[in-house]
């Protein structure tokens, strides 16, 4: 065997090492997301903290069992994917958990793939299509009273059940950090970071009057208020 043969011999022992080398992620992967059923945080929840532990699944989903099933009704007919001859299509339940544990604790999409045994590819699809659906389905469980009619029985049940006369809502906000924005200034708070306002009107019974989210924190929510009853 000459030199040039030796130097091909060489480089293609060289190149199949590489390969076989590679692939060994790719197959770990495979066998990683292939356990989702059985070691997946949407397996687990439903086997453990449902019946186990519904204080401790309501604080991982900011949700009760009874609530999320009612909600999972509603938005599945409008997240259903298909399976195809190649990939097994994620079930709405999936969908569901992964994206109210997304909204519960702000998690990055790498800490829900490890949790859930999900593709990041795939949750950073179907989040925002899972959150576009609650917003649909639920839309008319959020409505601000239309008639001064309206607003009067708001004030009424305020006064039976809290004795606050002349009370037509609970007003409160929370602020959301973020990364400063181009105008950032107008999204700086009072710490010294920048967030947007998360902010949520209720009425006696905890019913949701009316939600915002996105408004600079040099906005007052009062004048937010205003703007949007007008």
Known sequence: MDSADEEELLF?????????????????VRNFFKKRETHGVCSSLYND?????????????RMSPE??????????PKITKHDTNFRQAISPKDQLLVTLRY???????TALMLISRISKTKISVFVPEVCK???????????????????EDVAQNFKLKWNLP???GHLDGRHIEMIRPKNGND???????????LLGL??????????????????PPREDVQLQVK
């Open 12 to 28: 293609l022992s060289i190149s199949i090492a590489y390969i076989q080398q590679r692939r060994k992620p790719r197959l770990w």
């Open 49 to 61: 903290l449902v019946i186990q532990d519904a204080l401790g699944y309501k604080n991982t989903l």
């Open 67 to 76: 609530d999320l099933e009612i909600l999972l009704q509603k938005v599945s």
């Open 103 to 109: 909204l519960a604790t702000g998690d990055t999409y």
């Open 133 to 151: 659906a609650i917003v649909q389905v639920l839309a008319d469980y959020i409505k601000m009273p239309t008639t001064a009619e309206g607003w």
């Open 166 to 168: 002349h009370c037509i």
């Open 187 to 197: 999204y700086l708070n009072y710490r010294k970071n920048f967030s947007i306002v």
């Open 202 to 219: 209720v009425d006696a019974n905890y019913n949701f009057l009316y939600v915002d989210v996105g408004t600079p924190d040099k906005w």
